[in-house]
């Protein structure tokens, strides 16, 4: 059993360390009382200034041009000025009137999210992974932070904030908490995966324990998590126009930290992450070890959230220096060398290998043998796609939706590359979308491959799980993406082949086949973030300006050189 950290400089008293390693009665939490009365922002204040970019927030240049996709919002009069906190979507709780037409799905999603609820000392704190009542309950009777933010969001739109700062609040306590695992202590900024609430009905207490990938399959931490925190937390105050939370010392603290272990310098010649497999919503060994998509697109989105929410002290000014130094690299970067259409495509097929010096086209060494044959095929002319994982000689030909539609809400896709994402999206809709929306990745691993690449994992067979599965939580993403990107008549058509099986089905947690026709072999039934994603996708459509709490605007100062150098 490990001890309790010894920071001797920590000044934040509301929040003290306990052992993640045990189960330990907590006798304190923050005091509430601490908490400075709510500042609603004047909404057209705050509205201007989310889409200021960053270099005219912290350097003083003028906004930037309309994209192409703002002619959506043009229709709406104005995409974040419309955005009022005290609007209520009008189905949003079946314990309010039905407005026209709901559909009957509506109320039944909702009264199940709101079974998900977990409360601590009497307050909820976020929502359980699955209301599965199987005996196998393994971890999805915790409550994980990959998984609640599609409930936060639900809950946002529905004008129920507390919930949402609870767990912001909790979550952020553990992340104090000292991290071990075997002999070895993790970062001081990890946030947990997960963490369940234990009752004991004799004591008549309550304890916390954490997960911070001890306990987890493959023992591997969530490096996500932290990223998932500083977008809900800009959510959170998107949505209510509320800034004393994030100005709080401890979340001021909580973000800087988490900014500490991913912006550390060290022998990595790329300005994206390091990571290893089964540390993001994939969280088993499927070959997306190097630098994943997803976590490339959510380090991207965080920064840029945490730019809008980092106080400018002295502590703050230092670490906005840093994140917009590295913004510009990693941009630059990934539109470049994880970016692939038809004409890149094309390129890579004629790449020469062995190439040296700083004039080499081929940087990474790529053999266009390695080239999969189904990538021809699969590419329209007109669209195109990040690339799965960029590494010394490899690159991951596969499309994976989440690291794809958060590149498009963080704006690190150009507005023509974010079109032509959505352009794949509508031309390859019978392999992506198929009878319950939407692959995870495409195209599944087999035979041999999948033997080499997951270790033959049962789990992630073809078509299944994590490998070529079909997950409908994805259901918010994708159309956030069609909202953002002037395409909400796509959306509505996923989210009406959803509604044809998901309530029948139970809301399981993944679909399998190559059409998502089946229920996965292993799929939990009332999977949370299943439920969660629905309505989240169902109020965007109902109310386009819900997209402004998770999507940022882009950034000219960010705007790459769309033709590559000679020395590329």
């Known amino acids: 059993m490990s001890t309790h950290s010894g920071d001797a400089s920590n000044n934040d008293s509301s929040i003290r360390n306990i052992d993640s390693c045990s189960s330990v009665t907590e006798l304190e939490d923050i005091d509430f009382s601490r908490l400075p009365r709510p500042r609603n922002l004047n909404i057209e204040r705050q509205g201007s200034y989310d889409e200021k970019s960053l270099t005219e927030t912290q350097l003083g240049f003028s906004p930037h041009p309309p994209s192409r996709a703002e002619n959506f919002f043009r229709a709406l009069e104005h995409f974040d000025c419309i955005f009022s906190p005290s609007k209520r979507s009008e189905f949003t709780t079946p314990r309010s009137p039905f407005g026209q037409g709901p559909h009957p799905m509506v109320a039944e999603a909702w009264d199940s999210l709101r ?312 031309s390859r809709w019978h392999e992506l979308v198929g009878e319950m929306p939407l692959k995870v990745c495409y195209p599944a691993i087999e035979g041999h491959e999948w033997r080499i690449v997951t270790g033959c994992d049962p789990k992630n067979t073809r078509w299944s799980y994590h490998n070529g599965g079909s997950w409908p939580v994805l259901l918010w993403l994708l159309t956030a993406a069609c909202i953002k990107t002037g395409r909400p008549q796509l959306a509505r058509r996923a989210i009406e082949v959803a509604e044809q099986r998901l309530s029948k089905d139970g809301w399981p947690e993944y679909y399998d086949g190559k059409l998502g026709r089946f229920i996965g072999k292993q799929a939990r039934k009332y999977q949370t973030w299943s439920i969660a994603g629905y309505l989240v996708a169902k109020m965007m459509l109902e109310d386009p300006s819900h997209l402004g709490m998770i999507s940022l605007e882009e950034d000219k100062q960010l705007k790459p050189v769309l033709k590559r150098s000679a020395s590329f």
């Open 115 to 426: 079974r998900t609820l977990v409360h601590f000392r009497g307050q909820p704190v976020g929502t359980i992974a699955a209301l599965d009542n199987s005996d196998e309950k393994l971890n999805y009777d915790q409550v994980f932070v990959r998984d609640f933010v599609p409930s936060a969001l639900a809950f946002l739109m529905n004008r129920e904030p507390e919930i949402v700062k609870n767990f912001l609040l909790k979550t952020l306590r553990l992340q104090s908490w000292e991290k071990k695992i075997d002999r070895f202590q993790l970062g001081e900024g990890v946030m947990p995966a997960s963490f369940k609430v234990l009752h004991d009905p004799v004591r008549n207490t309550e304890t916390l324990i954490a997960d911070f990938g001890e306990s987890a399959i493959g023992r591997v931490a969530p490096i996500d998590s932290g990223f998932w925190w500083i977008i809900l937390l800009r959510a959170y105050t998107k949505s209510t126009g509320d800034t004393s939370l994030s100005e709080l010392p401890e979340c001021q603290k909580g973000m800087r930290l988490i900014l500490s272990l991913c912006l550390s310098e060290g022998f990595d010649t790329f300005p994206t992450l390091l990571c290893a497999d089964g540390c993001s919503m994939i969280d088993r060994r499927m070959g997306v070890y190097g630098y994943p998509i997803e976590i490339q697109a959510l380090f991207f989105m965080a920064l840029r959230c945490a730019l809008l929410l980092l106080k400018h002290d002295a502590e703050g000014k230092e670490f906005v220096e840093r994140i917009v130094k590295r913004l510009h690299a990693l941009s630059y970067h990934m539109r470049n060398y994880f970016w692939l259409d038809s004409k890149q495509l094309n390129d890579i097929y004629r790449y020469k290998t062995e190439e040296y010096s700083h004039t080499a086209v081929n940087k990474f060494n790529v053999m266009p043998d390695s080239l999969p044959e189904w990538v021809f095929d699969f590419m329209p002319v007109s669209g195109g796609y990040f690339l799965g994982n960029v590494g010394p000689s490899n690159m991951d030909f596969r499309w994976f939706c989440l690291g794809n539609c958060i590149a498009i809400l963080s704006s690190l896709a150009t507005p023509e590359q974010a079109t032509k994402i959505m352009e794949l999206i509508e």
